[in-house]
């Protein structure tokens, strides 16, 4: 795939795009926020296992 060849399809998709509506943008909004969160917790707890583990 050439240069040229990606250049036509990147103009092909941002043809085809279309701006979100609002409630699809609070949707995507929600759900990233909800993944950030869920990142977050199991991030925590790993932390907290890996802290237990070496204490002792």
């Known amino acids: 795939m050439g240069l040229r060849d990606f250049a036509?399809?990147?103009v092909r998709?941002?043809?085809?795009?279309k701006k979100p509506t609002r409630q699809e943008l609070s949707q995507?909004?929600?759900i990233t926020g909800l993944g950030m969160i869920l990142l977050g917790i199991m991030?925590?707890?790993?932390?907290?296992?890996?802290?237990l583990l070496?204490?002792?």
């Not at 998709?13 to 795009?17: E, F, G, R």
């Open 8 to 10: 036509t399809q990147a």
């Open 13 to 17: 998709v941002l043809k085809l795009a």
């Open 28 to 30: 995507m909004i929600k």
């Open 43 to 51: 991030g925590y707890i790993f932390q907290l296992i890996v802290y």
């Open 54 to 56: 070496t204490l002792g």
